[in-house]
C-alpha cells in the first residue's frame, strides 16, 4: 500500500471515530460548556502519556510546534464551545454537518499559507461535497429540525472558523501528533473553563452516568480519533484533509437516527451519497505522466 493511501485511510479511520462525538455529547445529558470542558479534561492525562512515549523517541517539541499547539487549543476550546452548543440547538446530524462547512475555510487557506495548491479532482469534488452537506442539512425539507435552527446555524459557522483555523495550525506546528495534541488539549482544557460562563457555565462537579459517556467522548474521539487525524494533517494536503473529514457528518447522521432517533428525510440520505462519492472522486491523485525515454545519440 503507498504511502499517500496509507495516510488517508488514517485520516478516515480518524473521521469515523470522532464522528460519535455528536451522539455521546447528546448521550451525556448535560449543559454544552460542561461536556465541551470535561471532553478534554479526561483526555488530557492519556495524552500526556503519548507524548512522553513520543518525546522520549524524538526528543522535545520544537518551540514553534510548541506555541502553534497553544494557539491551535485556544481555537479548539473556541470550536467545541460554539460546536455544542450548535448541537443543543439542532440536533447532533446536523450540528456535525454545519461544522464541517471547513472543508471550504481550509481549501482556500491552505493555498495561501502553504501554497497547496488544490487538485483538479478535489476542486471539482469541493462543490460536488457541498451539495451533499446541503441536502443533508435538511434546508429543503419543509420541516426544519431542532429547537431553534437560526441559533443553530449561527453556532455551526463559527464552529466552522475554529475548526478549520486548528486544523491549519496543527498542520503548520509541527509532524508529530501526541505532542502537539497534548499541548492543544490543555489549553483548550483551560480556556474552556474559563471562558465556560460565557457559554452558560459549566458544571465542575462529576454526576454519573452523565460523565461516562463524557470518558468515552474523551477517550474515544478526542484522544484516539484526533491522534489518527493530527499524525495524517502534516503527511497530505491540507485540503484533502478537510475533505475526508466531511465523512464524518455522513456517519454522525447514521449514528444519531439509531442512537438518538433523528431522522434524516431521504434528500438526507441522498447528501451522505454525495459525500461518500466526492470524498472517494476528491482523494484521487494525478498520475505523473511517465518520462520520456532517453534520447540516444547516433555515434561517428
Not at 510546534?65 to 497553544?70: E, S, Y
Request: charged residues 10%.
Amino acid at each position: 500500500m503507498g504511502a499517500h493511501r496509507r495516510f488517508v485511510l488514517i485520516a478516515i479511520a480518524g473521521a469515523l471515530i470522532i464522528s460519535v462525538s455528536g451522539p455521546l455529547v447528546r448521550l451525556a445529558d448535560v449543559s454544552p460548556a460542561t461536556s465541551a470542558l470535561f471532553r478534554c479534561a479526561y483526555a488530557v492525562p492519556p495524552m500526556l502519556v503519548l507524548a512522553w512515549l513520543e518525546r522520549r523517541r524524538l526528543g522535545p517539541l520544537p518551540l514553534k510546534g510548541a506555541v502553534l499547539a497553544w494557539l491551535a487549543g485556544v481555537v479548539f476550546a473556541l470550536d467545541l464551545l460554539f460546536w455544542h452548543h450548535a448541537i443543543d440547538y439542532v440536533g447532533a446530524g446536523l450540528a456535525t454537518v454545519l461544522g464541517n462547512l471547513q472543508v471550504f475555510l481550509v481549501a482556500f487557506a491552505a493555498w495561501a499559507v502553504f501554497k497547496e495548491r488544490p487538485t483538479t479532482p478535489l476542486m471539482i469534488a469541493t462543490p460536488v461535497v457541498f451539495c451533499g452537506v446541503v441536502l443533508i442539512s435538511g434546508v429543503f425539507d419543509s420541516a426544519a429540525y431542532g429547537s431553534d435552527p437560526m441559533m443553530g446555524v449561527l453556532a455551526g459557522i463559527a464552529t466552522s472558523i475554529s475548526y478549520a483555523a486548528f486544523l491549519l495550525l496543527m498542520k503548520a506546528g509541527s509532524e508529530r501528533a501526541a505532542g502537539p495534541l497534548a499541548h492543544a488539549t490543555v489549553v483548550a482544557t483551560v480556556m474552556i473553563a474559563l471562558l465556560s460562563p460565557l457559554f452558560g457555565g459549566a458544571d465542575f462537579t462529576p454526576s454519573w452516568p452523565e460523565h461516562g459517556w463524557l470518558l468515552l467522548l474523551a477517550l474515544g474521539p478526542q484522544v484516539l480519533g484526533w491522534s489518527l487525524i493530527t499524525f495524517s494533517l502534516p503527511r497530505q494536503p491540507a485540503a484533502l484533509t478537510a475533505l475526508l473529514l466531511l465523512i464524518q457528518p455522513m456517519t454522525t447522521m447514521a449514528i444519531s437516527a439509531l442512537a438518538l432517533d433523528e431522522r434524516p428525510s431521504p434528500l438526507q440520505f441522498a447528501g451522505c451519497a454525495v459525500i461518500v462519492l466526492g470524498v472517494l472522486y476528491g482523494s484521487r491523485r494525478r498520475t505523473p505522466a511517465p518520462a520520456p525515454p532517453p534520447v540516444v545519440e547516433a555515434g561517428v
